[in-house]
C-alpha cells in the first residue's frame, strides 16, 4: 500500500476507476481510499478524473458511486475534478471495448 500512496503523492493526475457493486465502489478502491488517510495532508492539489462502469445503461445507478469519489478527494486540498466516464451498459469481459465510454477514456488520456 506504501508503493500506491508514494505514488498518488508524487502524481499530478489521479484516476480513480471502479466497477459499480450495489451503487458504490468496490472493495479495493475503497480499501485505497481508507489507507490514505495516513498521508492525506500530503496529496494535496491534484487533478481527478473518475472511471467507472455498470451493468445498468443509465448513470443515474452510478450517482453514490461518483460522490464516493468526490468525498475522497473534497478532503484534499486543491483537488480539481477534471473528468467522469460512466461505462454504462457492461457486464461481460470485454464489453467495454465496443463503447463509446472506451473511446471518452481514450480521448480524456491524450490530454493528461
Same mark, same amino acid.
Given at each position: 500500500?506504501?508503493?500506491?500512496?508514494?505514488?498518488?503523492?508524487?502524481?499530478?493526475? +489521479?484516476?480513480?476507476?471502479?466497477?459499480? @457493486?450495489?451503487?458504490?465502489?468496490?472493495?479495493?478502491?475503497? $480499501? %485505497?481510499? *481508507?489507507?490514505? #488517510?495516513?498521508?492525506?495532508?500530503? +496529496?494535496?492539489?491534484?487533478?481527478?478524473? @473518475?472511471?467507472?462502469?455498470?451493468?445498468?445503461?443509465?448513470? $443515474? %445507478?452510478? *450517482?453514490?458511486? #461518483?460522490?464516493?469519489?468526490?468525498?475522497?478527494?473534497?478532503?484534499?486540498?486543491?483537488?480539481?475534478?477534471?473528468?467522469?466516464?460512466?461505462?454504462?451498459? %457492461?457486464?461481460?469481459?470485454?464489453?467495454?471495448?465496443?463503447?463509446?465510454?472506451?473511446?471518452?477514456?481514450?480521448?480524456?488520456?491524450?490530454?493528461?
Amino acid at each position: 500500500m506504501s508503493e500506491i500512496l508514494d505514488k498518488m503523492q508524487a502524481a499530478d493526475v +489521479i484516476v480513480m476507476a471502479s466497477p459499480v @457493486y450495489f451503487y458504490s465502489i468496490d472493495a479495493q478502491m475503497k $480499501t %485505497v481510499i *481508507d489507507r490514505s #488517510l495516513a498521508r492525506w495532508t500530503s +496529496i494535496p492539489n491534484k487533478e481527478f478524473y @473518475y472511471i467507472m462502469t455498470a451493468a445498468e445503461k443509465s448513470a $443515474t %445507478v452510478m *450517482d453514490c458511486t #461518483l460522490e464516493c469519489f468526490r468525498g475522497f478527494a473534497t478532503c484534499l486540498n486543491g483537488s480539481q475534478e477534471i473528468g467522469v466516464i460512466y461505462g454504462k451498459g %457492461v457486464y461481460q469481459p470485454g464489453e467495454i471495448l465496443e463503447m463509446p465510454a472506451m473511446q471518452e477514456a481514450y480521448k480524456m488520456g491524450t490530454n493528461v
